[in-house]
């Protein structure tokens, strides 16, 4: 292999790592290469369906044909921002409670902090429910449905018609992308009635994302920034987001 496929490798590894990255994210990875080199990678490696490119950068293939990723490959992106992203998220939890848990790899990491007291959790994730299941102190509960076995979740007609019938003291999303023109989206059109459904019944609403979800645009909106009351986040919010959370009145963790 020389060092051009090497090169290209190393860069389509960089993005389905991270889901989607900025061209100056991929420029600080590769400093001894030109910026005219890279931007012809990327526009080789686009045309070879290998990843998306997008204005300012480029995101990974699996996070845009409608599978939101498979959840081995979405846990390893920035665990640390998921982990402070949890912990924040935890300070917003009381006791007694009924919650309603949405599925991913930031909402799984949640869980994992989640102490044992009482709570009515639902939830669409199977590995938030495995996490929750070291816990004796929450009833949890699994709503019945199809299968995702990229997001290890979930969704459909039997499971919104038992989210119809709770009422939730807090929703907590996990986000696959937020971009001004579109709201909060995902890749998945069950998945997305899924979380309007939880919307619709939670006194409060809480979005869990890490900044990289910022400007990214995926097929089905499922809410604006005016359904939600808090975000939480990795503190490394662009300052547009952070003015639109303010116009809204949206709390930002």
């Known amino acids: 292999m020389d060092s051009m496929e090497m090169r290209r490798d190393a860069i389509v590894q960089l993005i389905n790592e991270k ?19 890279l931007r012809t990678d990327l526009k080789c490696l686009d045309e070879a369906k290998r990843i998306l490119r997008v204005h300012g950068g ?4 699996q ?17 640390k921002e998921k982990q402070e992203i949890a912990e924040k998220a935890l300070t917003l939890l009381h006791p007694d409670t009924t919650v309603f848990l949405d599925s991913g790899s ?17 939830t669409t ?8 299941a070291n816990l004796s102190k929450p009833t ?7 299968l995702n076995r990229y997001s290890h979740s979930v969704f459909g007609f039997s499971t919104i ?20 023109s579109v709201g909060f989206s995902c890749g998945i059109s069950d998945e997305a009635l899924s979380k309007q459904t939880a919307i619709r019944k939670a006194d409060q609403v809480i979005a869990l994302m890490d900044s990289s979800k910022i400007g990214v645009k995926c097929t089905f909106s499922f809410c604006s920034l005016s359904d939600v009351d808090i975000v939480v986040s990795d503190g490394k919010l662009p300052e547009e987001f ?12």
Not at 58 to 61: D, K, L, Q
Not at 161 to 180: K, S
Request: glycine content about 8%; hydrophobic content about 40%.
């Open 140 to 146: 949890v509960m699994l709503p019945g449905g199809q």
């Open 63 to 79: 996070v845009v044909i409608g599978t939101d990723d498979f959840l081995n490959r979405k846990s390893v992106r920035n665990r």
């Open 106 to 122: 930031t909402t799984t990491a949640f869980a994992r902090q989640i102490p044992d007291r009482s709570y009515l959790i639902y």
């Open 19 to 37: 889901g989607n990255v900025t061209f100056a994210q991929i420029k600080e990875e590769f400093p001894n290469v030109s910026e005219m080199t």
């Open 161 to 180: 018609r038992e989210l119809e019938r709770v009422n939730f003291d807090q929703a907590f999303l996990g986000v696959t992308g937020f971009h001004p």
């Open 58 to 61: 480029a995101r990974s293939v």
């Open 125 to 132: 994730g199977l590995s938030c429910a495995t996490e929750l």
């Open 242 to 253: 952070l003015s639109e959370c303010r116009r809204y009145g949206v709390q930002v963790l």
